[in-house]
């Protein structure tokens, strides 16, 4: 078996081009989004929850992402990257020379959400996983890793193209960074490695197919704890403001807290890929995941407020275990032979969570006023999830799945 540092050695380019990818693709667009609200609703007079049901739309990725990460399988990594990332930013170019239609913005947005998958860790992670063995774990960090870093760097940028030329500026800012930045380092590291270059991508790599995975408790395991700690991730950041609100917590001070839980979220998923390597992946898993059970209880009103950089630092390595847990087991259960379709059917099983997520949580503090009802029931999913990890078959390396 191979060193971590001899993968690191030869596989750095690889993890470097996929990172770029992860970064400059649709993850990117979902995190700078509320930056072009106010200037859409300006420029173009629709209503928030007119720009927020057309947006919506966009989960329609959890329909394409099992034929994308089909034709990765089959046809490899950089043209279905490729094809992805140009049609994205055709997309942005298209949401920029909108001239006020409703409808074809509701398109376009359907658009990207289709095209979205081909921009992140479905297709990126195939590369990644076939690169590393020994240091897995940390280079699918690294990678996932990349969306943290680019939306440190590159949201300053997209803010000052919608600060002078409004809402349009960050749309052609984002085609921009897509093309200009992240196609270019996509085709420069995104290689497969050398035993899958050699097998053609044809099926002749170790694995499962996507039968026989359907097969396998570890896939249905796995899908339950993708749908089930979506739910709370995903209402939890959505509303994460106004949770802070109701803790006492300022306005001038919530973005203190937001800015440090995107700083937990990076150090979770270089930390725990780290240790992915080194002990029972299962055990880690399970154990963030208890960690933000406990984490949900600390936002509910009755929890003592001086607990909430607790509450933030436990939800935070939760939301950054989240890419790098889907990633490496995937990889360990199943193999590369069809990876892309096995994680295709994952992801799509992980955005109904996030849908879920984002709608139970308004729904419940609509029902209730209170968000108290809608954190006990995640705290309960996430207790759910960490049993679900450790129930899944043991993770092997290099194996062909199982």
Not at 51 to 75: E, K, Q, Y
Not at 352 to 367: E, P
Request: net charge positive.
């Amino acid at each position: 078996m191979r060193t971590a540092a001899a993968e690191w050695r030869r596989g750095w380019r690889a993890v470097a081009g996929c990172a770029a990818g992860v970064g400059t693709g649709a993850g990117l667009y979902q995190y700078v989004s509320s930056l072009l609200v106010e200037p859409i609703q300006t420029t173009l007079g629709w209503t928030r929850g007119e720009i927020a049901t057309g947006a919506a739309v966009g989960l329609l990725g959890a329909l394409s992402a099992p034929l994308i990460g089909r034709l990765a399988d089959r046809i490899g990594v950089r043209p279905v990257a490729t094809v992805s990332i140009l049609l994205l930013a055709a997309t942005f170019l298209g949401m920029a020379a909108n001239p006020g239609s409703y409808p074809l913005y509701v398109a376009l947005s359907a658009m990207i959400g289709l095209v979205a998958p081909g921009c992140t860790s479905l297709v990126y992670s195939r590369i990644v996983n076939g690169w590393f063995d020994a240091a897995r774990g940390q280079a699918l960090g690294v990678m996932t890793a990349g969306l943290s870093l680019a939306t440190l760097l590159l949201t300053p940028v997209v803010a000052a193209a919608i600060s002078a030329w409004g809402y349009q500026g960050g749309m052609v800012a984002l085609a921009a960074i897509a093309v200009g930045i992240g196609l270019p380092l996509v085709l420069w590291g995104a290689r497969p490695a050398p035993d899958e270059a050699a097998a053609g991508e044809t099926g002749a790599l170790e694995g499962l197919t996507w039968r026989e995975a359907l097969r396998g408790r570890g896939f249905w395991l796995l899908a339950l704890a993708m749908l089930l700690v979506n739910v709370p991730s995903a209402g939890i950041l959505t509303q994460l403001a106004p949770l802070l609100s109701g803790k006492g917590v300022a306005p001038s001070d919530t973005g203190l807290y937001i800015a440090a839980y995107a700083g937990v979220v990076l150090v979770g998923r270089l930390a725990i890929g780290w240790l992915f390597d080194r002990t029972d992946a299962r055990r880690v898993a399970a154990l963030v995941t208890f960690g933000g059970a406990f984490g949900s209880l600390l936002f509910t009103t009755s929890a003592d407020a001086a607990l909430l950089p607790a509450a933030i630092l436990l939800i935070g390595l939760v939301q950054g275990a989240e890419s790098d847990i889907l990633a490496y087991f995937s990889g360990r259960l199943f193999g590369r032979r069809d990876y892309g379709t096995i994680y295709g059917a994952l992801m799509t099983v992980s955005l109904l969570g996030t849908a879920a997520g984002v709608l139970g949580f308004g729904q419940l503090y609509d029902a209730t006023q209170s968000y108290d009802v809608a954190l006990t029931v995640a705290a309960g999913l996430l207790l759910v999830v960490a049993s679900s990890y450790l129930m899944i078959p043991r993770l092997h390396r290099r194996a062909e799945g199982g």
